[in-house]
């Protein structure tokens, strides 16, 4: 029996071993690729960086001035370096990162005769350019919660030029690229001393979304806004200004409290769009919208407040804002070609502070008259990598 069971086995062996063999060959015969296992893959990047190219329909700063009544353009670039990354702890992310803004306006003449821009020629000379440059550093704690200071930078193309018209008291001589509008001389964005301004954002942010796992977030966040260092001391303002508005308090400082509801229309109909409302307001002290008394002891360039005067702030508000944002990515376009989305949107301003009012009047020309709310609109077109 032992026997038996031996050459069994033996038999076995072989006709397992021959059947290896003859797939083997038959494989060979039939030119059968051999699969390697797939290479792992490549370690997520630190990096993310991204740029935007925009036309807005009219421009108003988060702090509710308005700064371009008819249409410009802006390109916006970003990069962020991730330093670390800890979801198990209390602090969970580190990062350091940059932001250059630069825009332009899209006419040679910016709203009416009388207004502030007008005449100024972005293709003489850059008159109509300005520049904002920022660096920021975010610290991720709680697992939803973000802290980010950002310090920013804006000048324009005749930044600190001191330069006003020669026929104006300070006798100075105007570049010959500088037209005169109606409302004064000097009054125009490339011709007067465009101050550099200086200022600084600390906000904290809340993620709502991956606690609640509703359809919509909201993402609520506070930042306090604080002014740097006077600037406009000389020329055409005559007074230190401010980044905020041409009425508000330099080295001052107030909060701008918001959130971002977010609603991603691919969990719904597979529309890869995601809309979001951008809302915000500003709260501060009454003398913050008010410590620009104007120019050479005239209103011209600022709402012409001084101290409790007729034009002065009359709330501890400065806007109220909210708009809609539809961005679509373009997921048609591979991955290795970045990742790109157009944009479209709107923004209605509540200009809540009778001196802002009073600033906007300067902005837009008196033709245009005080107006309490202001729509804008954008479109968009960007890629992140």
């Given at each position: 029996?032992?026997?038996?069971?031996?050459?069994?086995?033996?038999?076995?062996?072989?006709?397992?071993?021959?059947?290896?063999?003859?797939?083997?060959?038959?494989?060979?015969?039939?030119?059968?690729?051999?699969?390697?296992?797939?290479?792992?893959?490549?370690?997520?990047?630190?990096?993310?960086?991204?740029?935007?190219?925009?036309?807005e329909f009219g421009q108003v700063n988060p702090q509710g001035q308005a700064v371009y009544k008819e249409g410009d353009y802006n390109v916006v670039a970003?990069?962020?370096?991730?330093?670390?990354?800890?979801?198990?702890?209390?602090?969970?992310?580190?990062?350091?990162?940059?932001?250059?803004?630069?825009?332009?306006?899209?006419?040679?003449?910016?709203?009416?005769?009388?207004?502030?821009?007008?005449?100024?020629?972005?293709?003489?000379?850059?008159?109509?350019?300005?520049?904002?440059?920022?660096?920021?550093?975010?610290?991720?704690?709680?697992?939803?919660?973000?802290?980010?200071?950002?310090?920013?930078?804006?000048?324009?193309?005749?930044?600190?030029?001191?330069?006003?018209?020669?026929?104006?008291?300070?006798?100075?001589?105007?570049?010959?690229?500088?037209?005169?509008?109606?409302?004064?001389?000097?009054?125009?964005?490339?011709?007067?001393?465009?101050?550099?301004?200086?200022?600084?954002?600390?906000k904290l942010s809340f993620s709502d979304g991956p606690i609640t796992h509703w359809p919509i977030s909201f993402n609520p966040y506070i930042t306090w806004?604080?002014?740097?260092?006077?600037?406009?001391?000389?020329?055409?303002?005559?007074?230190?200004?401010?980044?905020?508005?041409?009425?508000?308090?330099?080295?001052?400082?107030?909060?701008?409290?918001?959130?971002?509801?977010?609603?991603?229309?691919?969990?719904?109909?597979?529309?890869?769009?995601?809309?979001?409302?951008?809302?915000?307001?500003?709260?501060?002290?009454?003398?913050?919208?008010?410590?620009?008394?104007?120019?050479?002891?005239?209103?011209?360039?600022?709402?012409?407040?001084?101290?409790?005067?007729?034009?002065?702030?009359?709330?501890?508000?400065?806007?109220?804002?909210?708009?809609?944002?539809?961005?679509?990515?373009?997921?048609?376009?591979?991955?290795?070609?970045?990742?790109?989305?157009?944009?479209?949107?709107?923004?209605?301003?509540?200009?809540?502070?009778?001196?802002?009012?009073?600033?906007?009047?300067?902005?837009?020309?008196?033709?245009?008259?005080?107006?309490?709310?202001?729509?804008?609109?954008?479109?968009?077109?960007?890629?992140?990598?």
């Open positions: 029996m032992s026997k038996t069971r031996s050459l069994f086995a033996l038999l076995s062996g072989c006709v397992l071993a021959l059947s290896m063999g003859a797939t083997a060959a038959l494989a060979a015969d039939m030119n059968l690729p051999v699969k390697a296992p797939p290479a792992p893959p490549p370690p997520p990047s630190n990096w993310i960086a991204f740029i935007e190219a925009n036309y970003g990069a962020v370096l991730s330093l670390y990354k800890n979801q198990s702890g209390f602090i969970n992310s580190w990062t350091v990162g940059g932001l250059g803004i630069m825009d332009f306006a899209a006419n040679s003449t910016l709203g009416p005769s009388d207004s502030f821009w007008a005449n100024s020629n972005p293709t003489q000379g850059g008159g109509g350019l300005y520049y904002i440059l920022s660096a920021n550093t975010s610290v991720g704690f709680a697992q939803n919660w973000t802290l980010t200071e950002s310090f920013y930078h804006l000048a324009g193309t005749n930044a600190n030029g001191a330069i006003t018209n020669s026929n104006n008291a300070k006798g100075a001589i105007q570049p010959a690229n500088c037209t005169w509008g109606a409302f004064a001389p000097g009054a125009q964005f490339g011709c007067l001393d465009l101050p550099a301004w200086y200022w600084n954002e600390l806004y604080a002014e740097l260092f006077p600037s406009g001391l000389t020329g055409e303002l005559g007074t230190s200004t401010s980044a905020a508005c041409f009425s508000c308090n330099s080295q001052s400082s107030d909060f701008i409290i918001g959130m971002t509801p977010t609603v991603s229309l691919q969990q719904f109909w597979g529309i890869p769009v995601t809309l979001t409302a951008p809302t915000w307001f500003t709260v501060g002290p009454k003398s913050f919208w008010q410590g620009n008394t104007g120019a050479s002891g005239t209103p011209a360039f600022a709402s012409g407040c001084v101290e409790n005067g007729p034009n002065c702030s009359t709330s501890n508000f400065g806007v109220f804002t909210t708009g809609l944002t539809a961005t679509w990515a373009l997921t048609s376009i591979p991955a290795q070609y970045g990742h790109w989305h157009v944009k479209a949107g709107f923004q209605w301003y509540d200009i809540i502070n009778q001196a802002l009012q009073e600033d906007n009047l300067v902005t837009y020309g008196s033709s245009f008259g005080l107006q309490q709310n202001i729509v804008t609109g954008f479109l968009g077109l960007g890629v992140g990598f």
